[in-house]
């Protein structure tokens, strides 16, 4: 689902709100204190003779309507303050009840939200993505076991509204107003509790919900996750309820190559490898090789699409604690992985990384090439030192040195001095709780919608190969300007991937070999899938209310709902390059279409 579907209030309305709301305190402090001056004054003024103690004790009277006023006029202070005092005291006294019943208040206002945002736990990766939800103008609803958890009132006071309690009890579900929600994030805890939230969730609203709502679920393993993606695909489940399985670090790392790509365009298209030095293999670092990985086989298809070559590898320079170690493991795991990776692993001494990163680097001469530099080593410090050395050995024109750690920091920008010091300006730093906590990463890159994408994308190309080049089509459009009903006919023929593979006996599974040529369906197979496939989209537009005649988007027409037989070729050619297209579209997620094994064995 696109961003722009769960921003109900407009950001700068939101803003205001919040820019108004920390105002509230210091605004009748200065109310209370400006209505004290002018009862003073306005006592004084009075041709009585009333003493000090006597003037502030008449004027705090005039706070709870004690004040008579007598005969004649009053001086124009003290009228000002005896009609201002009630007014602040009223105003405090509300401000004082919402205080002691801000739950319940904040319980109220969540039973009046639609398309809202739902975030289950507040620990650091919950907390950051409430705040950048906030950020971007949307409503939020909160659940939070643990009442004692640091920054909460923070939290509320950004504009979220919380619910206490633990998520598996259906009655804190009801609270938060899952129902009428749009997504919901769950990022409790370990990857058991999110699991097990996830169950509670489907168990009492999968067959409930009158309209979609997407389930993220985190979880803390990056090839778990991946796991999880693949079964949810197969399963292609058309309910109401779907699930998207993340990781935070799959999805910092993708941010990461799209922020800062290991080698600059005008390379890729002349056919220049790239050589990108990674520190570190921490669980980032680890997660950042593998979509190296995937990055550069996706730009070497893509590039053969344009200009049939031998595209150069990848050189990946692996500087860590036991670097040879993993990579040994990861060939063990990915068959002819050389084929796109040229990697050299190097090892240090974890005791003295500093020291021997840089030393081993200089011995290599690893640097003179360099086009893209990750720094990945999780001490902070030790990674500053390193980023900071490396940046002022990188020529500006290489490429960039990138500093990873789980927050952003300053520390950068204060040892680069702002712009004082050019020879550091390719020096980046990188949060990757912050790079996977934006909201439009998260809601606009689950597996279901990257899937969609693409199959818009392939079918625009597709019209624009055409003489014809379907020109007029509302459709013809960049995927962000798209309308929801076309996205959501992608994103349906994204769900209904498995069910086409299990009709013909195929399941997905990890890809593991680079160089294994992409499956290839029987002509039976494809078309079967293809009379599927417009089975699929044939009772789709019948259930939107679309009716056989001449094509007119106005009146919800078309010639095309009749039976596959009766397509013209050209339409039925549509579902076939659709159904065709499903081994590549795996691949680029990092997975294979196989035959089921109780088949290849009959076979």
């Known amino acids: 689902m696109g961003l722009e579907q769960y921003r109900p209030v407009r950001a700068w309305r939101f803003r205001v709100f919040r820019f108004l709301a920390s105002f509230q ?22 041709g009585a003779k009333l003493s ?20 004649g006029s009053l001086p124009l202070c003290l009228e000002i303050a005896r009609f201002a005092a009630p007014f602040v005291s009223a105003l405090t006294v509300v401000k004082a009840i919402t205080i002691v019943l801000s739950r319940q208040v904040s319980l109220l206002r969540a039973r009046f ?46 504009g979220a509204v919380i619910v206490y309690g633990d998520a598996r009890d259906p009655e804190i579900l009801k609270r938060a107003n899952i129902r009428r929600a749009n997504a919901v ?23 409930k919900l009158t309209r979609e709502l997407v389930c993220f679920v985190h979880i803390d393993d990056p090839n778990l996750s991946h796991l999880l993606k693949m079964r949810e695909i197969e399963l292609g489940r058309p ?28 390379s890729l298209q002349t056919g220049v490898g790239g050589h990108v030095v990674l520190l570190g293999l921490g669980k980032f670092g680890q997660t950042l090789f593998e979509h190296l990985e995937r990055y ?18 990848l050189r990946i320079t692996v500087v860590a604690v036991r670097a040879t170690a993993f990579l040994e493991r990861l060939k063990k795991r990915q068959v002819n992985l050389e084929s796109i990776i040229d990697f050299q692993p190097i090892d240090v001494d974890p005791h003295s990384q500093i020291n021997d990163t840089l030393s081993i680097l200089d011995r290599a001469d690893s640097l003179q090439d360099a086009s893209a530099v990750y720094s990945c080593i999780e001490n902070i410090d030790e990674n500053l030192a390193i980023s900071l050395e490396l940046a002022h050995r990188i020529s500006n024109q290489q490429g960039p040195v990138v500093m990873c750690m789980r927050f952003g920091t300053g520390l950068t920008e204060i040892a680069k001095g702002g712009d004082a010091d050019e020879r550091l300006s390719n020096l980046y730093s990188f949060g990757i709780y912050e790079g996977a906590c934006h909201p439009r990463l998260l809601l606009d890159n689950g597996v279901n919608e990257f899937l969609a994408r693409a199959i818009h994308e392939n079918w625009v190309e597709e019209k624009l190969e055409e003489t014809s080049g379907g020109v007029g089509h509302p459709a013809l459009v960049n995927w962000d300007f798209l309308s929801e009903e076309f996205k959501n006919s992608n994103r349906h023929q994204a769900t209904h991937i498995g069910e086409k593979l299990r009709i013909i006996q195929c399941d997905i599974a ?18 079967k899938l293809s009379r599927m496939e417009h089975e699929r989209w044939e009772n789709e537009k019948r259930q939107a209310g679309w009716k056989p005649g001449a094509r007119d988007l106005e009146k919800k027409t078309t010639p095309y709902l009749v039976d596959y037989d009766d397509l013209p ?19 680029r997620l990092g997975y294979d279409v196989v035959r089921q094994k109780r088949l290849q064995n009959e076979e």
Do not use: C
């Open 113 to 158: 939200f639609a398309k809202h945002m739902v975030v289950i736990g507040l620990g650091e990766l919950g907390t950051a993505l409430v705040r950048e939800l906030l950020k971007e103008g949307l409503q939020v609803v909160a659940i939070e076991a643990d009442e004692t958890k640091p920054g909460l009132a923070a939290t509320r006071e950004y």
């Open 569 to 587: 070729e050209r339409m039925k050619q549509y579902d076939r390059n659709a159904v065709l297209a499903i081994p590549n579209l795996m691949a």
């Open 510 to 527: 990890p890809r593991i070999d680079w160089k294994k040529p992409l499956f290839e369906f029987t002509p039976s197979e494809t078309e």
């Open 239 to 266: 309910d109401r309820l779907r699930f998207e399985f993340f990781d935070v670090y799959s999805v910092a790392a993708q941010e990461l190559l799209d922020t800062h790509p290991p080698v600059p365009g005008v």
């Open 25 to 46: 305190w210091p605004f009748i402090g200065t109310l209370f204190v400006g209505t004290v001056v002018a009862g003073i004054v306005g006592f004084s003024e009075i």
């Open 52 to 71: 000090g103690p006597e003037i502030i004790y008449r004027t705090l009277q005039l706070f709870v309507l004690e004040f008579e006023a007598g005969q």
């Open 185 to 207: 994030v769950i990022v409790a805890g370990n990857n058991q509790q999110n699991a097990g939230i996830a169950l509670e969730i489907r168990e009492n609203y999968a067959s």
């Open 296 to 313: 550069w086989w996706n730009q070497q298809k893509r590039l053969e699409r344009l200009r049939p070559a031998k595209w150069p590898r």
